[in-house]
């Protein structure tokens, strides 16, 4: 599964939880994302692609946006 592939479906799961399409480069938080929509998407990933984020894999200073978060998916690969 490419980069691209994984963001389109992590846009897709977080247009599902608070029901407005950010772009894959977009800042989370200045786009509105607050902490429990984070969790949320978190665990909408986990479930997508069926891996486990350890703690040190969810720092919020390195997950800024949705392609911050599928190169994290896809190390996880």
Do not use: Q
Request: proline share 1%; charged share 30%; hydrophobic share 45%.
């Amino acid at each position: 599964m490419s980069k691209n592939e994984i963001c389109e479906k992590i846009i897709e799961i977080l247009d599902d939880i608070i029901g407005v399409r950010i772009e894959a480069n977009d800042d989370l938080k200045l786009n509105g994302i607050d902490s429990l929509s984070i969790v949320n998407l978190i665990v909408g990933v986990e479930e997508e692609f069926k891996i486990i984020f350890s703690d040190d894999d969810l720092n919020p200073d390195i997950l800024k946006t949705i392609y911050d978060i599928a190169c994290l998916v896809e190390k996880h690969l």
